[in-house]
C-alpha cells in the first residue's frame, strides 16, 4: 500500500510540474489573435510615426496578424518607453523611435523618467541623415568654402537648431569643435520654427532633414553643403558628406525596433527578421525616400552596435560643448 502511495504521489507532482511547465510555455507563446502594437515615442507625422506605420503595414501583411502604432509623446520618450516596460515581454509589444533615449538623453539629463537597462534593441530599421543649409546670402557653394568664410569670420555667423540637446544642435556642435569654428547658436522649438528662420534669413546656417529643405533649396533661397552621415545620401548623392571633410563624423539619427529586457529571443528575432526583409523591399525604400528615409536593416547586433557607436559620438560633443538639459 505504502509503494502504491508513493507512485500516486510521484506521478501527482510530475502531472503538476507538467502543468505548470505548459502554462508557462503558453505564456511565452505570441497569441496568433493578438496584434502586434508600436508604442512611438513622437507625435503622428514625425520621423519615428512614420517609419513605424509603413514597416507596421507591411509586417501586418506578413504576419496575417494586426499591427497597431500607438503615438505616446512626452517626457523626452519617457512616456513611451514606460509604456513597453510595464507591459508583458509577450512580444507583442515594442517601441519604435529614434536612438535618442540610449544615445542622447542618458547624457544630457542627470535623471530620467525611465530606466534604459530595461528596454533592448531589436531591429535597426533606417537612418535619416541631416544636411546643412545655409541661407542665399551666404557667398559660398561648397562645403570648403563655407568652413573658410565661417572661419574668416569668428563670431560673426550663427545657427539654428531644433532645440538645445537635439540631435540637429549636437551635429553642429561636433562640426564646430572639430574645425574650431565659432558661431553662435540660435535654439527654437522644433524644426517647424527653425526651418522658417532659415528661410527668412534669421539665421544663417542649421542642420535639418531632407524633406524640410529640399523646396527650398529648389528655389534657390537656399544652399545644400552636405550631409550628415557616415557616406554621401542615397537622397542626394552628389553633396558630399561631412565625413568626407572631418573623418568618423555621423550624425544621422537612426530609428529601429526596442523591445522590453526579457522579452523571448526567438520573438525579437522573428521580428527581427521580418522589419528587416521589409525596409529592404524596393517599394518601401520608395516610400521612405519620400520623407527623407534611409532603409538600413539589421537585427539585434546591429542595431546594438549602431547605438553604441552613436552613443560615443555624441558623449565627446555633449562634454566638449557642455550640454545639459538639467
Avoid: W
Wanted: glycine share 10%; hydrophobic share 40%; aromatic share 6%.
Amino acid at each position: 500500500m505504502l509503494a502504491r502511495q508513493l507512485v500516486l504521489s510521484s506521478f501527482a507532482v510530475t502531472t503538476i510540474l507538467t502543468v505548470c511547465t505548459l502554462a508557462q510555455s503558453t505564456a511565452q507563446t505570441q497569441a496568433p489573435g493578438q496584434a502586434i502594437k508600436f508604442i512611438v515615442t513622437h507625435p503622428a507625422g514625425g520621423l519615428p510615426d512614420t517609419v513605424a506605420r509603413v514597416v507596421g503595414r507591411r509586417l501586418q501583411e506578413r504576419l496575417g496578424q494586426s499591427v497597431v502604432v500607438e503615438n505616446r509623446p512626452g517626457a523626452n520618450g519617457g512616456i513611451a518607453v514606460n509604456a513597453l516596460i510595464s507591459s508583458p515581454p509577450d512580444g507583442h509589444t515594442f517601441v519604435v523611435t529614434d536612438g535618442a533615449i540610449l544615445s542622447i538623453n542618458p547624457q544630457v539629463y542627470s535623471k530620467l523618467s525611465y530606466d534604459p537597462k530595461k528596454i533592448a534593441p531589436v531591429a535597426f530599421l533606417a537612418q535619416a541623415p541631416l544636411f546643412l543649409g545655409i541661407h542665399q546670402k551666404v557667398p559660398v557653394s561648397t562645403i570648403k568654402e563655407f568652413i573658410d568664410y565661417v572661419r574668416d569670420r569668428p563670431g560673426q555667423l550663427n545657427y539654428g537648431s531644433s532645440g538645445v540637446g537635439s540631435i540637429h544642435h549636437i551635429s553642429m556642435e561636433g562640426f564646430k569643435s572639430s574645425l574650431q569654428l565659432k558661431m553662435a547658436h540660435v535654439p527654437f522649438k522644433g524644426t517647424g520654427e527653425s526651418v522658417p528662420a532659415l528661410l527668412g534669413g534669421h539665421v544663417d546656417t542649421l542642420f535639418s532633414a531632407y524633406p524640410s529643405l529640399s523646396g527650398a533649396a529648389g528655389t534657390n533661397l537656399i544652399k545644400l553643403l552636405a550631409s550628415n552621415g557616415a557616406d554621401r545620401s542615397s537622397l542626394v548623392p552628389t553633396l558630399p558628406a561631412v565625413s568626407e571633410i572631418i573623418p568618423e563624423f555621423d550624425f544621422a539619427p537612426i530609428v529601429g525596433i526596442y523591445a522590453r529586457v526579457g522579452t523571448s529571443s526567438s520573438f525579437i528575432q522573428k521580428i527581427a527578421e521580418e522589419a528587416t526583409a521589409i525596409v529592404r523591399e524596393p517599394d518601401v525604400i520608395k516610400q521612405l525616400a519620400v520623407v527623407g528615409v534611409e532603409p538600413r536593416g539589421g537585427g539585434p547586433n546591429e542595431f546594438d552596435r549602431a547605438l553604441k557607436g552613436e552613443t560615443e559620438r555624441i558623449a565627446k560633443v555633449v562634454k566638449t560643448a557642455d550640454i545639459r538639459l538639467d
